[in-house]
């Protein structure tokens, strides 16, 4: 199994336990890492049976001022930003303990302006991977009903209805 890691964050595909795939053809990635695992499912030649998006990165419904307003925030304290960006992620229930790593502007607007193609998406499935989506109901850093709306096409779409966008529940 191959896992891509958060913005900002490593190691925290032990919080996806209870749903990730640890056999050797699965691919998973969450938030930032779900581009990254997506990409790499769809430029790869070797066998995957399942793609795992755990809270996908789904930034192409917001504004582009809200997106300037996040990269200024980073610019002027990526410290106090990422801070709060966590606190976010786990709101609204108590923030665990998660390893950061550093964070750079690029990688913040990448993860802002990233748009999902439909036509990747419809070109694994059509290679015969498993794509699932996994979203928490209760998500304070993307916008899950469009992203719902957006995957039920292409994936078995999950929603963790009192879940964060670490899909945990309190």
Known sequence: ??????????G?????????YTHEYSVAGFSYGAID????????DRRIDTLQLFSP???QTQ???FKRTQLIGFRRDSAA????????CFAPHSRRETLHVSAREEELRRLLTY?????MLEQIAAR???????LGGMDAIIDTAAARDFFVPYATVYTIKRANHFLLEE
């Open 128 to 134: 015969g991977v498993q794509i699932e989506v996994y």
């Open 81 to 88: 930003y990422l801070e709060a960006f966590i606190q976010r």
């Open 37 to 44: 695992a997506a990409l790499h499912v769809s430029q790869s």
């Open 1 to 10: 199994m191959k896992f891509y890691s958060g913005f900002s964050l490593q």
């Open 12 to 20: 925290e595909a032990h919080l996806f336990a209870p749903w990730l």
């Open 57 to 59: 990165a789904f930034f």
């Open 63 to 65: 504004s582009e001022a």
């Open 115 to 119: 748009e999902w193609e439909r036509a």
